[in-house]
Nanobody, 120 residues
């Protein structure tokens, strides 16, 4: 099992920056990828960014050029650097991780979420 804990959220103004962190613990030896989702009120869950174990990344069109996902394998931690924040970025941000294929399955893990609020 893997446990994920997010941190770094808060209340900021439009144009500000935040850096979210996601610390993984437990069976971290085999995590194939980590990513970030967000959930805004009365909106569907949105995949923000993902990074694989070898460092390849993808990001949603809505955040490309502003958000950057990274990973420190030694610390088993992923980061989401958010620049030029907009009010529409307001949401609860959830860290997620995928395990390696073992016994014909890939486990998926979720953090508890951290609130990001961007005021105008």
């Amino acid at each position: 099992q893997v446990q994920l804990v997010e941190s770094g959220g808060g209340l900021v103004q439009a144009g500000d920056s935040l850096r979210l962190s996601c610390a993984a613990s437990g069976d971290t030896l085999c995590i194939s990828a980590m990513g970030w989702y967000r959930q805004a009120p009365v909106k569907e869950r949105e995949l923000v960014a993902v990074i694989t174990s070898i460092g390849s990344t993808n990001a949603a069109d809505s955040v490309k050029g502003r958000f950057t996902i990274s990973r420190d394998n030694a610390k088993n931690t992923s980061y989401l650097q958010m620049n030029s924040l907009k009010p529409e970025d307001t949401a609860v941000y959830y860290c997620t991780a995928w395990g390696c294929l073992v016994g014909g399955r890939v486990d998926n893990y979720w953090g508890q979420g951290t609130q990001v609020t961007v005021s105008s």
